[in-house]
């Protein structure tokens, strides 16, 4: 199986920064799309940054010159930093991937969500 394991959320004051972590483990023969997304209460999940494997990345208008994804491909770990924080920023950050298993000798592509850390933007 595959484990998407996230970190690094917490209580920020305005204008703080963030470094979130999400590292993937298991049974994996290759990673695609890594991203970032965030949902508060009564609202729809939202995307907030992405990175493909080549290196191309998509953000949120609203994070855009405040948040930069980045990964690292030997530990199977993406990365979101978060500069000048707003309260508006603060929801429960998902990591997301799109991972290529070896099942029953198959290759297929599967989708998996980590289980979320809160960030709180708050004085």
């Known amino acids: 199986q595959v484990q998407l394991v996230e970190s690094g959320g917490g209580l920020v004051q305005p204008g703080g920064s963030l470094r979130l972590s999400c590292a993937a483990s298991?049974?994996?023969?290759?990673?695609?799309?890594m991203g970032w997304y965030r949902q508060v209460p009564g609202k729809q999940r939202e995307l907030v940054a992405a990175?493909?494997?080549?290196?191309?990345?998509n953000y949120a208008d609203s994070v855009k010159g405040r948040v930069t994804i980045s990964r690292d491909n030997a530990k199977n770990t993406v990365y979101l930093q978060m500069n000048s924080l707003y309260p508006e920023d603060t929801a429960v950050y998902y990591c997301?991937?799109?991972?290529?298993?070896?099942?029953?000798?198959?290759?297929?592509?599967?989708?998996?969500w980590g289980q979320g850390t809160q960030v709180t933007v708050s004085s």
């Open positions: 990175l493909t494997s080549g290196g191309s990345t």
């Open positions: 997301n991937a799109e991972i290529d298993r070896i099942v029953a000798g198959l290759r297929g592509t599967y989708n998996y």
């Open positions: 298991g049974n994996i023969f290759s990673i695609g799309v």
